[in-house]
């Protein structure tokens, strides 16, 4: 499970992942395989809750490798994510070695010999000792490789965004007192995104572009049955149905598989064996997450579960 | 196989994905990793590598289904060895057929040597050589640098010629007089090549093409009196109309890169190093707060300017990120807000439900503007773009030019856009001259492209 070989083939990868509990569609997997071979980011992006920050969980987890996460938001810049000086640590060195000080110059007759003997000692203080790496530079600190994952790119700023593209497309980050910094081993880097703004094509042109939208019945289905493994089929068949159902609608947050897999939860837990009607109406606060979708929801929920119920018996 | 992904990168470029050189290495890069053999993982891998939209991979799967559209040709090869099987099974079951051909069949072996080679080849019924020949030709004339539907004719003309159509008439008017039935089936064998070479072409126009086609119709309709549109133009106009926006909206969405330089903001330079003893290692500069446009937009919506204010309406409404807040009014007698209609409903909803509450009345835009003052000129602020868009007929009434005063002196900029010509103003009922004293900006918005133009200006001025 620990090797570090590209993967052999995309099957390789689909189940790879699928014994991590992810289970891939083949463009997923495909996806992942590509990052693998031609050593390219990968950008994710789809709505919320169809399972891009577990991909990168999943993968990590498939590896073996550490996962290193960085989380965007707004004014999120390069001393949080990239490095930073340990300033404290700078200033206690001083502190502590003002005394040394007069040791080292005390042969210097002039000035100008104290200068050059000042230099001797090189940069000490803005030395590697003295870096805080951050997500960015620990990502390409780490010997063995590891996967890193930025999450929710769309939430930072643009600044942040070009600060990205050296890494993204080099695996290095130039530190001006330190020179660059290249990979040890080029790390898997998944981002993520929700669309909420568009991203810069610079930022596009160096990723693999996935698009992971609401699964297929039969996908959905499978991934209920690996994530909820005490539910029988007949009520697995139902409940994925009946969320295909409700997607049709037009809502203002569609069910994603997140909610299906708390919605399987649940149903277990209160030891359903089929969708009934009002079971549906009582947990439909776990599918749907706006009062007004629900309203929305309410009154077609006897149709649904009709429909659900049905297509078991044909399906 | 590599000649092949290049023209496709050139027919995703035609189908409007865009696709950089760096795109297209790290494309072949991909496909070298993954290989030909499945189809389905080869698609998958370019919607990866090229497409960086869901709009483009929808374009892009599109364009892919139409390049690989044509027949398998080891399945082509397998019908015709099974027609081939077929035939001569009929003739080893009809000895006598056979016979009757005997006398024949040798003559059409030295004709066959001294036919030209489309002749043999088509004769030869080899369809996989004939599609071979039929592509190398296309390459040869480059097809694929075909642009309009008025090219079909030449590049067929082009591809046959390459072929040799030349020499197959000379071989099939000799033929006629020597062979008259071999004369026959070469010449269903030509129609049948033509049929191909058409088709071949017709893809190519649709694969290549299209970019250019499209473009040609956006230049036509972008420069159109958008007043007096066709039905089915107004669909196209909206599209257009949705594209401007994103146009924009990616212009000026992302915020400049603010001065670094300037004024040391001691504040937060104290308080960002309190943890070092004040010694300040970290500077913070104060910054210019940019902001984002507000604008207050008043529409007529009467007669002949309900068709632009319903474009303009669009287009301004699809600013979301670029423009902070916009209020947006409609009238024609009277004035009513409708800034919440329009962002609850569809556009084309929305302006039905305005045209029945406030249009096809005569415009009177005194009583609108004293409309405005009564019900929202707290809304104008000194930070407030108010576009008024209206032809400025006032059907002879009091135009209150005072209100449009007290308006563009509060704030930033009055922007009037008359979607009349310039000549018309101030002939007839057209108050223009008197209103355009009291505005920072008056210009004529008829078509896509002033209204582009319009809008484009008045965001810039906020960068």
Redesign the interface.
């Known amino acids: 499970m620990t090797e570090h070989r590209p993967a052999a083939s995309?099957e390789a990868v689909e189940s790879g992942l699928a014994a991590q509990g992810y289970i891939a569609s083949?463009?997923i997997a495909?996806?992942v395989?590509?990052a693998d071979?031609?050593e390219?980011p990968i950008l994710v992006?789809g709505p919320a809750g169809v399972g891009k920050t577990e991909l990168a969980k999943a993968i990590a987890a498939w590896r073996g490798l550490k996962m290193i996460r960085l989380q965007c938001y707004e004014g999120l810049d390069e001393a949080k994510a990239l490095y930073e000086w340990k300033?404290?640590k700078q200033?206690l060195y001083t502190q502590i070695l003002k005394d040394k000080l007069g040791e080292v110059l005390g042969g210097a007759a002039t000035l100008h010999a104290a200068l050059d003997q000042l230099h001797d000692f090189g940069d000490v203080f803005f030395s590697k000792e003295f870096v805080e790496p951050r997500p960015l530079l620990q990502a390409l600190e780490q010997p063995a490789g590891c996967v890193l994952l930025i999450d929710e790119i769309d939430k930072s700023?643009?600044?942040f965004e070009s600060l990205l593209l050296e890494m993204l497309s080099d695996f290095q980050v130039t530190i001006p007192e330190l020179g660059t910094v290249a990979a040890v081993t080029a790390p898997i880097v998944i981002l993520t995104s929700n669309s909420e703004?568009?991203l810069?094509?610079a930022l596009?042109?160096r990723c693999?572009?996935?698009?992971i939208g609401f699964p297929e019945q039969k996908l959905e289905e499978r991934i209920v049955e690996s994530r909820v493994p005490g539910i029988s089929q007949t009520l697995r068949k139902q409940l994925v149905g009946f969320i295909n159902e409700v997607r049709t609608l037009d809502l203002k947050k569609l069910p994603s598989v997140s909610e299906t897999i708390d919605w399987a939860r649940v149903l277990v837990l209160l030891q359903a064996s089929e969708l009934g009607h009002e079971m549906v109406k009582d947990t439909l606060n776990v599918l749907l997450k706006y009062e007004s979708d629900i309203e929305a929801t309410l009154p077609q929920v006897s149709t649904f579960v009709a429909k659900a119920t049905r297509q078991n018996v044909f399906g | 196989m590599r000649e092949n992904l290049h023209r496709f990168f050139r027919a995703a470029r035609g189908a409007g994905v865009?696709v950089?050189p760096?795109?297209s290495i790290?494309a072949m890069?991909?496909v070298a990793?993954?290989g030909f053999e499945d189809r389905?993982?080869l698609r998958?891998?370019l919607?990866?590598?090229l497409?960086?939209?869901?709009d483009e991979?929808k374009a892009l799967g599109a364009c892919f289904d139409l390049f690989f559209a044509r027949p398998q040709p080891s399945q082509a090869a397998n019908e015709n060895e099974a027609a081939e099987n077929a035939e001569q099974a009929v003739s080893e079951q009809s000895p006598s057929g056979q016979s009757e051909q005997g006398a024949g069949a040798p003559s059409s072996a030295e004709d066959m040597s001294a036919l030209g080679p489309l002749a043999q080849m088509l004769l030869s019924q080899d369809r996989n050589q004939i599609a071979a020949a039929i592509a190398n030709a296309a390459s040869s004339v480059n097809l694929s640098d075909i642009r309009f539907f008025t090219q079909r004719g030449l590049f067929s003309s082009r591809i046959l010629d390459e072929l040799g159509i030349r020499r197959l008439r000379d071989d099939l008017d000799d033929m006629l007089a020597s062979n008259p039935a071999l004369a026959e089936r070469l010449a269903m064998a030509t129609e049948r090549l033509r049929d191909d070479v058409r088709d071949t072409v017709s893809q190519a126009l649709l694969l290549y093409g299209r970019e250019e086609a499209e473009n040609l119709r956006a230049e036509i309709l972008r420069n159109a009196p958008m007043a007096r549109l066709e039905l089915r133009q107004v669909e196209q106009m909206r599209a257009l109309i949705r594209k401007i926006a994103r146009r924009l909206?990616?212009r000026y969405?992302?915020?400049r890169?603010r001065p670094r330089r300037g004024h040391l903001d001691v504040r937060r330079t104290i308080r960002r190093n309190a943890?070092?003893?004040g010694?300040p290692?970290l500077t913070a500069w104060k910054r210019k707060h940019r902001d984002k446009p507000r604008i207050v937009a008043l529409c007529d919506v009467s007669g002949s300017v309900a068709q632009v204010s319903d474009f303009f309406l669009l287009l301004i409404h699809s600013l979301h990120?670029v423009v902070d807040d916009v209020r947006s009014f409609a009238f024609s007698g009277h004035l009513i807000e409708v800034s919440d209609l329009l962002e609850a409903n569809t556009p084309e909803k929305a302006m039905g439900e305005i045209m029945s509450k406030v249009g096809f009345g005569s415009s009177d835009y005194g009583s609108s503007l004293a409309d405005f003052e009564k019900l929202a000129m707290s809304a104008v602020t000194p930070q407030t773009t108010v576009i008024v868009l209206g032809d400025a007929r006032s059907n002879n009434l009091d135009p209150r030019a005072d209100i449009l005063k007290r308006i563009g002196e509060r704030s930033k900029r009055l922007v009037w856009l008359n979607p009349e010509g310039r000549t018309a103003w101030g002939f007839g009922d057209s108050e223009m001259p008197r209103y355009a004293t009291f505005c920072s900006v008056v210009r004529q918005c008829a078509t896509a492209r002033q209204l582009e133009r319009a809008v484009s200006d008045i965001v810039a001025s906020y960068q």
């Open positions: 995309i083949r463009q495909t996806a395989y590509l071979q031609i390219k992006e300033y404290a200033l700023d643009a600044e703004r568009d810069g094509d596009k042109r693999l572009h996935l698009h | 865009r950089s760096a795109e790290d890069r991909a990793a993954i389905g993982i998958d891998t919607l990866l590598t497409a960086k939209t869901q991979k909206r990616e969405s992302k915020p890169k943890a070092w003893g010694v290692f990120e």
